[in-house]
């Protein structure tokens, strides 16, 4: 039951004691408020840098053509490497534990898109039909380019969202035709990227197409690929592979990185996890040493508050009260102290990271790498836990030590 003048005792020695109290609470406080505070920024920039990995595959691994920087069999250095289909096919047909292979084209200087009387400039590039693996798409209508396309060297196009706005308005521009450097395509599908704006204004036509109306002959600019798991030293072994595969076919160094340009996404995705992995644990340590500082405090209070009442404690025993009563009685006033000041700093700490989404929301601010700060629910949930089991703590000592005064002791206490 609910014991009334036991609550009423507790606050009113919080009362007598408000500068002290207040001190002690905001120590506590403030060691909450940093906790969440720096959760909440390193959950900002976890978030952050895992946007920017969503915009193409995580699992992938790209290559490019580069210029040698190393003379080899002959051949002096500074020569650019061109990728052709052979090269792609030589990939595709060499390469184990991959899930989709992709060639892409850069068509550099098409760029002029007509509907109707809206003309624009967008992003051109040709790609087979297990590219939009590697670019994460997410098709809101129609459908993607596939083999059929390619093979029959169809004049149709995907568009990106940003594309359809500027150039359909309100209008649905399936089944509509698109002018491409004044060469009709016809829209087949449209997509979603989550790389950002950039990447939504482009279109998609198959590699086969381009290569024949823009006359690239069978020129490729990038060979993409996504591995059946997310391994770092299977990815390495998978780059050394392309890399030795690609340079003997090119007469270009084994150990020119310049030459052969790999971009290994598994790789870099592993390191920044294991990096916030690490933040995570740091921001932790730091975060709890800094609440233990503030539950120090709530201990040394309720050490000092049971000095005060020594003989008041002396007398409650004499007239029978339990040692649980005591210790219960110590307890939940140090509970109280702490739960009360970290809850307000759980509060404030998650009002302020809520505060800065609204401020990013309105004002469009570009925070780079940080997104979305924030703590999770269950993350405030192990700080209330924390909160609640701290305060025990603090007040443990003190209770167990005040419920072993000896009445007679307390009673002659000055």
Request: glycine share 10%.
């Amino acid at each position: 039951m609910l014991d009334l003048d036991k609550w009423q005792e507790i606050f009113e020695t919080i009362r007598k004691n408000r500068l002290r109290t207040f001190l002690t609470a905001f120590s506590v406080a403030w060691g909450i408020l940093f906790l969440v505070l720096f959760l909440g920024f390193a959950n900002g920039l976890q978030n952050g840098v895992h946007e920017e990995f969503e915009g193409d595959a995580m699992n992938s691994i790209w290559v490019n053509g580069g210029k040698t920087s190393k003379a080899y069999n002959g051949m002096q250095p500074g020569r650019f490497i061109q990728f052709t289909d052979e090269d792609f096919e030589l990939v595709r047909q060499n390469t184990q534990g991959v899930e989709h292979v992709a060639s892409r084209n850069n068509m550099w200087h098409v760029g002029n898109i007509t509907y109707k009387n809206e003309t624009s400039s967008f992003g051109v590039m040709g790609c087979n039909s297990q590219y939009r693996y590697l670019e994460n798409l997410e098709l809101i209508s129609g459908r993607f380019i596939n083999e059929e396309d390619i093979k029959e060297e169809r004049k149709v196009a995907v568009l990106g969202n940003q594309v359809v706005a500027q150039l359909f308005k309100d209008a649905d521009p399936l089944g509509e035709n698109i002018l491409v450097e004044k060469i009709p395509f016809l829209v087949i599908g449209i997509f979603k990227d989550k790389g950002g704006d950039w990447d939504q204004r482009r279109l998609y036509i198959p590699i086969s197409t381009g290569q024949k109306i823009f006359g690239q002959a069978n020129r490729i600019h990038q060979i993409a690929m996504i591995t059946t798991s997310i391994d770092a030293d299977d990815a390495k072994k998978k780059e050394t592979q392309l890399r030795k595969m690609l340079a003997e076919r090119h007469s270009v160094a084994p150990d020119d990185i310049a030459g052969i340009r790999i971009h290994n996404n598994i790789e870099q995705f592993m390191m920044y996890r294991d990096l916030f992995s690490a933040i995570n644990w740091i921001v932790w340590l730091v975060g709890i040493l800094t609440v233990v500082s503030g539950i120090v405090g709530v201990g040394n209070i309720m050490t000092i508050s049971v000095r005060e009442r020594t003989k008041e404690i002396g007398i409650r025993k004499a007239l029978g009260a339990t040692p649980f009563s005591i210790v219960s009685l110590i307890m939940q006033e140090a509970i109280i102290i702490t739960v009360v000041a970290g809850y307000f700093g759980l509060v404030l700490g998650v009002g302020i990271l809520e505060l800065l989404n609204v401020m990013v929301a309105q004002f469009g601010a570009e925070m780079g790498y940080f997104r979305d700060p924030g703590v999770h629910f269950t993350t405030a949930m192990i700080a209330t836990g924390i909160l609640i089991l701290a305060g025990t703590i603090a007040g443990l000592i003190p209770a167990v030590k005040a419920a072993s005064i000896s009445p007679i002791a307390a009673i002659r206490e000055e």
